[in-house]
């Protein structure tokens, strides 16, 4: 457990790791609460104040869409849809990568490199296009959505993972365990997957934003989410039409999602460099 | 006036000294050695000359060359001073030549740099420097990339590049060690001729390469200097108490400091084994050829060969992590099975491994206790925590390591601490046999020594059998009953200590013997007959592999493989074995 | 080396083939006809319309016919723009795509090569973080907010530049696609050159090459550069796919008429026969271009061994 601990200060310390991580809670915390206490919700309709400037009335505080909805609860929806998309598909690219990278390391030999050559085939694909040709065809699924996207990203996840264990795997440590007739199960849990977890945790923080990335694109395009669902993608779609009479309706979703992004590049940056330094000394 | 003028130099990172107070002075033409352990700062001192410590480093006192201050001078006026005046060669040729440009060009480029040459006389200049430091055919060579030299041949390459310029000083910084132990005489050799009026400041860790090759020498300790002086009154009254555990950790080969042969019953035998892997794109390699081993009980052999000699491959085959293509294994009179899976529980705990690296041989995410505890897990688990925990302390101090280990993780143990924490792992099971894979390689000397005064003790006391792997005679001389050295695959020789050291019978053993320095400045450099590097084992020679290096090869040799044939106490693979005379 | 070349061109035959499979299955897969949302037709016209494009035939041999139409150049004709075929429109619309993507892709290389090898020289300088903190920024804001941005700034309040594609000609108007296509390769090439700048200016023969006197110029153009740019040339071929991907939300920003666009109404209107087209051309293309990179690769690194 202490190994942890020790982590834990290590990270404590990491000014890069701890402001973008509390801005990402605080984003996080603020998208669930606010919408419960705005007296506004994201669906209503009124024609009679489209175009609304931000402002302090009627709680409207990121002004109106041209449909007279409330942005500021619109937005709020829109990064949970966007945290919760990430989020999942980047667990769904974890699950696949790891299992994945880690069996063909650990096996290696023959079925590593055959396993290896189809994430090379894959990896040569332009994914983004088979995943729109995916939602052309079967209309635009919500679930779908955190497949695909999944899908796309655990290859890089896969390869790390597998890079790490067949090092590891050849590590003397390791050696002396098997030499031992240590079990593999035990030689997997104790000795392989405590010194993986640096670099997953590592990825899994990058793969956040390029998850978030392909879920705006799609609904951006009018591919992902639909109305009146919303996403940050799909707001700034709705911006990008509005943006010479009411540019807030830009600036204000397209910054945040750069915010959020922002925030887990510099959170897996930082990350990064923590666990480099681990290795290096 | 000196030529360089050291004075109170002080290297500092944050709170870390790494070199204090340091003040020493090298004339023209001389040739100083700078000895230490690692630590002692003699590579920072090296690094601080040529303005190329990092720039985290603190420097204070002063460095003048040729009169003038380096201490505080940027880049542009090194600039002026490296190569021209001082040129450095590093320990590893592999890290410091540029494995993505061609030899000459890299040479090239510093005459273009320093407007020594340009054009076709750079490239004539380039091709005579590199005749000169003895590589073959250099007018093709330069065209070549590093990958594509040997060892040796790169380190004569680096060697090249640094005296192109005629540089007043020439910095060697551990020149040799990366280096087969036959061909680092060669290049020290080199060195000494081709330096000519070139002032040498020759950085080592070893004493005997020192006696050979310098007027004066400097111990360092600790960043500091604790001894200098000729290098003849320094190991004839050596003044300080750490020069003197220095020469007494230099490794020395006589025949009557190996131990007596032991006798009786093999406990462990190897008979015919032959290992090869699939070398893609080569079609097989055959690492092992034919090789039988016994080791009794309470007995050290020691197996001594250089790069591709099959020693580990042998050592692999053997604890079965690979499958020998053919020969068996056996213990206690029991046949082994090839590969490690199927073996009996018991056969595993019965031999055990140590490895080169310390570091790398435990895992840095456990505690020492968690880390020695391991295999008595698997083997007795019937033991309960308490039990466990007696053994692990037991056993702790056995390698002199006390109770306030216990809860250590490896990155917070030194590089002598963490080999007794893998030796405490391996002794814990209480196995009959235990395997040293280069076990003292990565370690400094005076550790080096103490590792194996530690095995020495525990042989005495339990009767432990301990089959040593090295590179290098001189580290096994003080604990083998029995020595078997390896060349490409095959045994070329195989007696008990005394009698390899005393008389050797294969010209190869002969050359390992004259390729460990000699701590003695008395004793002048034994010139090795032996020419050339080990040949790739992608494609051995004809006949007997070593014939292209050895001096009294004949006709013969080129052809047909000599068979083991016994003299006295040796067993010995040479067609001239009983014919010529290899006494020192 | 021609061995090596023909090797990985028979190896990218099946990850093609896979492309195509995949695709053309997915299309295949799709709950209800391409014409669903039409108009109810008369049974008879129905018929004809299936006939016409052999949805009346079976799954496989549909495959068959459109495998060897694909390997002739031939993807088919379009369910909406009934006058073309896929072949054509690909043809019409790819150059411009391809120019406006090749212009980003070497703006991309020049200036994040310098802009990263500046940093990684000057690393925790100022120099480094404010190249760095733009890199950041470059990375972390999507190319559909960028466009929009420099669309309203740059042409709408400021009217430097043109907004749209029709209207204006020449260089002006693809000066924006272009930036806004570039930004992002920019921001990441900078970064991956910073990184293994640093690391090769790091290693033991960059200490050899200092120690020779050669100076920071000379130590980084004929010592450094090489290895450094071994994993920019690695990306190039992400940094294409990625550049096609922005294309498509780009080209729907300006206006531009490239394949990008197509493959978008494409998208939206279900056009099947066009986005799998456009698909299997992207992927070709990609795998292509993936190719290239790994030979080049290997001229570059002479530790490569073709085998």
């Given at each position: 457990?202490s190994?942890?601990?020790?982590?834990?200060?290590?990270?404590?310390?990491?000014?890069?790791?701890?402001?973008?991580?509390?801005?990402?809670?605080?984003?996080?915390?603020?998208?669930?609460?606010?919408p419960?206490?705005?007296?506004?919700?994201?669906?209503?309709?009124?024609?009679?104040?489209?175009?609304?400037?931000?402002?302090?009335?009627?709680?409207?505080?990121?002004?109106?869409?041209?449909?007279?909805?409330?942005?500021?609860?619109?937005?709020?929806m829109?990064?949970?849809?966007?945290?919760?998309?990430?989020?999942?598909?980047?667990?769904?690219?974890?699950?696949?990568?790891?299992?994945?990278?880690?069996?063909?390391?650990?096996?290696?030999?023959?079925?590593?490199?055959?396993?290896?050559?189809?994430?090379?085939?894959?990896?040569?694909?332009?994914?983004?296009?088979?995943?729109?040709l995916?939602?052309?065809?079967?209309?635009?699924?919500?679930?779908?959505?955190?497949?695909?996207?999944?899908?796309?990203?655990?290859?890089?996840m896969?390869?790390?993972?597998?890079?790490?264990?067949?090092?590891?795997?050849?590590?003397?440590?390791?050696?002396?365990?098997?030499?031992?007739?240590?079990?593999?199960?035990?030689?997997?849990?104790?000795?392989?997957?405590?010194?993986?977890?640096?670099?997953?945790?590592?990825?899994?923080?990058?793969?956040?934003?390029?998850?978030?990335?392909?879920?705006?694109?799609?609904?951006f395009?009018?591919?992902?989410?639909?109305?009146?669902?919303?996403?940050?993608?799909?707001?700034?779609?709705?911006?990008?039409?509005?943006?010479?009479?009411?540019?807030?309706?830009?600036?204000?979703?397209?910054?945040?999602?750069?915010?959020?992004?922002?925030?887990?590049?510099?959170?897996?940056?930082?990350?990064?460099?923590?666990?480099?330094?681990?290795?290096?000394? | 006036?000196?030529?360089?003028?050291?004075?109170?130099?002080?290297?500092?990172?944050?709170?870390?000294?790494?070199?204090?107070?340091?003040?020493?002075?090298?004339?023209?033409?001389?040739?100083?050695?700078?000895?230490?352990?690692?630590?002692?700062?003699?590579?920072?001192?090296?690094?601080?000359?040529?303005?190329?410590?990092?720039?985290?480093?603190?420097i204070?006192?002063?460095?003048?060359?040729?009169?003038?201050?380096?201490?505080?001078?940027?880049?542009?006026?090194?600039d002026?001073?490296r190569?021209?005046?001082?040129?450095?060669?590093?320990?590893?040729?592999?890290?410091?030549l540029?494995?993505?440009?061609?030899?000459?060009?890299?040479?090239?480029?510093i005459?273009?740099?320093?407007?020594?040459a340009?054009?076709?006389?750079?490239?004539?200049?380039?091709?005579?420097?590199?005749?000169?430091v003895?590589?073959?055919?250099?007018?093709?060579?330069?065209?070549?990339?590093?990958?594509?030299?040997?060892?040796?041949?790169?380190?004569r390459?680096?060697?090249?590049?640094?005296?192109?310029?005629?540089?007043?000083?020439?910095?060697?910084?551990?020149?040799?060690?990366?280096?087969?132990?036959?061909?680092?005489?060669?290049?020290?050799?080199?060195?000494?001729?081709?330096?000519?009026?070139?002032?040498?400041?020759?950085?080592?860790?070893?004493?005997?390469?020192?006696?050979?090759?310098?007027?004066?020498?400097?111990?360092?300790?600790?960043?500091?200097?604790?001894?200098?002086?000729?290098?003849?009154?320094?190991?004839?009254?050596?003044?300080?108490?750490?020069?003197?555990?220095?020469?007494?950790?230099?490794?020395?080969?006589?025949?009557?400091?190996?131990?007596?042969?032991?006798?009786?019953?093999?406990?462990?035998?190897?008979?015919?084994?032959?290992?090869?892997?699939?070398?893609?794109?080569?079609?097989?390699?055959?690492?092992?050829?034919?090789?039988?081993?016994?080791?009794?009980?309470?007995?050290?052999?020691?197996?001594v060969?250089?790069?591709?000699?099959?020693?580990?491959?042998?050592?692999?085959?053997?604890?079965?992590?690979?499958?020998?293509?053919?020969?068996?294994?056996s213990?206690?009179?029991?046949?082994?099975?090839?590969?490690?899976?199927?073996?009996?529980?018991?056969?595993?705990?019965?031999?055990?491994?140590?490895?080169?690296?310390?570091?790398?041989?435990?895992?840095?995410?456990?505690?020492?206790?968690?880390?020695?505890?391991?295999?008595?897990?698997?083997?007795?688990?019937?033991?309960?925590?308490?039990?466990?925990?007696?053994?692990?302390?037991?056993?702790?101090?056995?390698?002199?390591?006390?109770?306030?280990?216990?809860?250590?993780?490896?990155?917070?143990?030194s590089?002598?601490?963490?080999?007794?924490?893998?030796?405490?792992?391996?002794?814990?099971?209480?196995?009959?046999?235990?395997?040293?894979?280069?076990?003292?390689?990565?370690?400094?000397?005076?550790?080096?020594?103490?590792?194996?005064?530690?095995?020495?003790?525990?042989?005495?006391?339990?009767?432990?059998?301990?089959?040593?792997i090295?590179?290098?005679?001189?580290?096994?001389?003080?604990?083998?009953?029995?020595?078997?050295?390896?060349?490409?695959?095959?045994?070329?020789?195989?007696?008990?200590?005394?009698?390899?050291?005393?008389?050797?019978?294969?010209?190869?053993?002969?050359?390992l013997?004259?390729?460990?320095?000699v701590?003695?400045?008395?004793?002048?450099i034994?010139?090795?007959?032996?020419?050339?590097?080990?040949?790739?084992?992608?494609?051995?020679?004809?006949?007997?592999?070593?014939?292209?290096?050895?001096?009294?090869?004949?006709?013969?040799?080129?052809?047909?493989?000599?068979?083991?044939?016994?003299?006295?106490?040796?067993?010995?693979?040479?067609?001239?074995?009983?014919?010529?005379?290899?006494?020192? | 080396?021609?061995?090596?070349?023909?090797?990985?061109?028979?190896?990218?035959?099946?990850t093609?083939?896979?492309?195509?499979?995949?695709?053309?299955?997915?299309?295949h897969?799709?709950?209800?006809?391409?014409?669903?949302?039409?108009?109810?037709?008369?049974?008879?016209?129905?018929a004809?319309?299936?006939?016409?494009?052999?949805?009346?035939?079976?799954l496989?041999?549909?495959?068959?016919?459109?495998l060897?139409?694909?390997?002739?150049?031939?993807?088919?004709?379009?369910?909406?723009?009934?006058d073309?075929?896929?072949?054509?429109?690909?043809?019409?619309?790819?150059?411009?795509?391809?120019?406006?993507?090749?212009?980003?892709?070497?703006?991309?290389?020049?200036i994040?090569?310098?802009?990263?090898?500046?940093?990684?020289?000057?690393?925790?300088?100022?120099?480094?973080?404010?190249?760095?903190?733009?890199?950041?920024?470059?990375?972390?804001?999507?190319i559909?907010?960028?466009?929009?941005?420099?669309?309203?700034?740059?042409?709408?309040?400021?009217?430097?530049?043109?907004?749209?594609?029709?209207?204006?000609?020449?260089?002006?108007?693809?000066?924006?696609?272009?930036?806004?296509?570039?930004?992002?390769?920019?921001?990441?090439?900078?970064?991956?050159?910073?990184?293994?700048?640093?690391?090769?200016?790091?290693?033991?023969?960059?200490?050899?090459?200092?120690?020779?006197?050669?100076?920071?110029?000379?130590?980084?153009?004929?010592?450094?550069?090489?290895?450094?740019?071994?994993?920019?040339?690695?990306?190039?071929?992400?940094?294409?796919?990625?550049?096609?991907?922005?294309?498509?939300?780009?080209?729907?920003?300006?206006?531009i008429?490239?394949?990008?666009?197509?493959?978008?109404?494409?998208?939206?209107?279900?056009?099947?026969?066009?986005?799998?087209?456009?698909?299997?051309?992207?992927?070709?293309?990609?795998?292509?271009?993936n190719?290239?990179?790994?030979?080049?690769?290997?001229?570059?690194d002479?530790?490569?061994?073709?085998?």
């Open positions: 457990m190994a942890v601990l020790r982590l834990y200060r290590r990270i404590r310390r990491n000014r890069a790791v701890n402001v973008s991580g509390g801005i990402l809670a605080a984003i996080a915390v603020l998208a669930v609460l606010l419960l206490v705005s007296q506004n919700n994201y669906l209503e309709t009124d024609f009679g104040r489209i175009l609304e400037a931000p402002g302090l009335a009627d709680m409207h505080w990121f002004g109106t869409d041209d449909l007279g909805r409330d942005l500021f609860v619109r937005t709020m829109g990064i949970r849809v966007t945290l919760l998309v990430a989020i999942v598909a980047s667990i769904v690219s974890l699950v696949i990568g790891v299992l994945y990278g880690a069996f063909a390391g650990y096996v290696g030999g023959r079925v590593d490199a055959v396993m290896m050559r189809f994430v090379d085939a894959l990896y040569a694909m332009p994914f983004i296009f088979f995943v729109i995916l939602m052309v065809v079967f209309e635009r699924n919500f679930l779908l959505i955190f497949v695909a996207i999944g899908a796309i990203n655990w290859l890089d896969a390869r790390i993972v597998r890079g790490q264990t067949l090092s590891l795997r050849e590590r003397e440590f390791v050696e002396a365990a098997r030499l031992n007739g240590v079990s593999t199960a035990r030689i997997i849990l104790r000795h392989i997957a405590p010194n993986l977890m640096g670099v997953v945790i590592v990825y899994v923080t990058l793969t956040i934003p390029q998850a978030i990335l392909v879920e705006s694109f799609l609904s395009l009018g591919l992902g989410i639909q109305e009146p669902q919303t996403s940050l993608g799909a707001l700034v779609n709705a911006g990008v039409n509005q943006m010479e009479s009411a540019p807030w309706m830009l600036l204000i979703p397209g910054g945040l999602l750069a915010l959020i992004l922002m925030c887990f590049n510099f959170l897996g940056d930082g990350l990064r460099d923590l666990f480099d330094a681990r290795q290096n000394r | 006036m000196s030529l360089l003028n050291i004075c109170q130099l002080g290297i500092r990172y944050g709170d870390v000294v790494a070199v204090d107070d340091l003040s020493f002075a090298i004339d023209s033409g001389e040739s100083v050695g700078l000895v230490g352990e690692s630590g002692s700062g003699k590579t920072q001192t090296a690094l601080a000359i040529l303005g190329l410590l990092p720039a985290t480093a603190e204070s006192g002063s460095i003048k060359f040729a009169g003038e201050e380096f201490v505080g001078a940027d880049d542009r006026a090194f002026k001073l190569a021209t005046r001082v040129s450095i060669v590093f320990q590893d040729p592999t890290q410091a540029n494995p993505y440009l061609r030899i000459g060009e890299q040479l090239r480029r005459l273009i740099a320093h407007n020594i340009a054009g076709a006389e750079a490239d004539a200049r380039v091709i005579e420097t590199l005749e000169s003895g590589l073959p055919d250099p007018k093709r060579q330069s065209g070549a990339y590093p990958h594509q030299l040997s060892g040796g041949m790169r380190q390459a680096m060697i090249a590049s640094a005296l192109i310029t005629s540089p007043d000083l020439l910095i060697a910084d551990e020149p040799t060690t990366a280096l087969d132990v036959t061909v680092q005489a060669q290049i020290l050799e080199l060195l000494d001729t081709i330096r000519k009026d070139t002032a040498l400041l020759l950085i080592t860790h070893d004493l005997g390469v020192v006696a050979g090759h310098c007027d004066r020498m400097l111990v360092l300790e600790n960043g500091g200097l604790v001894e200098s002086g000729a290098t003849r009154q320094v190991f004839g009254t050596p003044k300080c108490a750490h020069t003197v555990s220095l020469l007494e950790a230099a490794p020395r080969l006589k025949q009557s400091i190996a131990p007596q042969p032991v006798s009786g019953k093999a406990l462990l035998r190897v008979d015919g084994a032959s290992v090869s892997y699939r070398e893609p794109g080569y079609g097989r390699l055959h690492a092992v050829k034919s090789v039988d081993l016994a080791l009794r009980k309470g007995e050290t052999v020691a197996i060969g250089e790069s591709g000699s099959g020693k580990s491959s042998l050592v692999r085959a053997l604890l079965g992590l690979v499958a020998a293509e053919s020969g068996a294994v213990f206690l009179g029991e046949t082994l099975p090839r590969d490690a899976r199927s073996r009996r529980q018991q056969i595993r705990r019965e031999l055990q491994l140590i490895f080169q690296d310390p570091a790398g041989s435990l895992n840095p995410q456990m505690r020492v206790s968690d880390i020695v505890v391991e295999p008595l897990s698997v083997h007795e688990p019937s033991l309960d925590r308490r039990a466990c925990r007696e053994r692990v302390i037991r056993i702790l101090e056995q390698v002199d390591l006390g109770a306030e280990f216990l809860q250590r993780y490896p990155h917070e143990l590089g002598g601490q963490a080999q007794r924490v893998a030796i405490a792992r391996a002794l814990i099971v209480e196995p009959k046999v235990l395997i040293c894979d280069e076990a003292v390689a990565a370690l400094d000397g005076t550790v080096r020594e103490q590792i194996l005064k530690l095995l020495q003790d525990i042989q005495g006391r339990t009767g432990l059998s301990i089959l040593f090295s590179h290098d005679l001189g580290v096994v001389s003080s604990i083998s009953h029995r020595v078997l050295v390896m060349y490409l695959g095959r045994l070329v020789e195989c007696a008990d200590g005394q009698t390899v050291f005393g008389s050797p019978k294969h010209p190869y053993t002969r050359a013997i004259d390729a460990v320095p701590p003695d400045p008395e004793a002048g034994a010139h090795t007959s032996l020419s050339g590097e080990v040949p790739s084992i992608l494609s051995p020679p004809t006949g007997c592999a070593f014939h292209p290096r050895c001096a009294y090869a004949e006709s013969r040799c080129t052809t047909e493989l000599p068979a083991p044939t016994a003299i006295g106490a040796t067993t010995v693979c040479c067609h001239r074995a009983t014919e010529i005379d290899l006494q020192a | 080396m021609a061995q090596y070349v023909l090797k990985r061109l028979l190896g990218a035959i099946p093609l083939l896979f492309v195509v499979v995949l695709s053309f299955l997915l299309v897969a799709a709950p209800g006809g391409p014409f669903d949302e039409e108009r109810v037709l008369p049974d008879a016209v129905a004809n319309i299936e006939a016409y494009y052999h949805l009346d035939e079976s496989p041999k549909q495959f068959v016919r459109y060897s139409g694909v390997l002739q150049g031939d993807f088919g004709p379009s369910y909406r723009y009934r073309h075929t896929v072949s054509e429109l690909i043809a019409d619309a790819f150059p411009l795509s391809i120019r406006l993507g090749v212009m980003a892709i070497i703006v991309g290389v020049v994040g090569v310098g802009l990263g090898t500046l940093a990684a020289l000057k690393q925790n300088t100022v120099t480094d973080r404010v190249a760095m903190g733009f890199a950041m920024s470059g990375i972390s804001i999507p559909f907010v960028i466009a929009p941005l420099l669309v309203l700034f740059l042409a709408v309040k400021l009217n430097w530049l043109p907004a749209g594609w029709s209207g204006s000609s020449g260089v002006s108007r693809m000066l924006l696609p272009v930036i806004a296509l570039a930004l992002p390769q920019i921001a990441y090439i900078s970064r991956l050159t910073r990184a293994s700048m640093i690391d090769v200016l790091g290693s033991g023969f960059i200490r050899t090459a200092r120690a020779q006197g050669l100076g920071t110029y000379a130590v980084v153009r004929y010592h450094a550069m090489k290895p450094a740019m071994l994993p920019v040339l690695s990306y190039m071929g992400p940094a294409i796919a990625s550049v096609l991907t922005g294309s498509v939300v780009v080209e729907q920003i300006f206006g008429p490239g394949l990008g666009q197509f493959f978008v109404t494409g998208a939206l209107n279900r056009d099947y026969t066009l986005v799998l087209g456009i698909v299997i051309f992207y992927a070709a293309l990609i795998v292509l271009l190719l290239i990179v790994d030979i080049l690769y290997g001229v570059i002479p530790r490569v061994r073709y085998r």
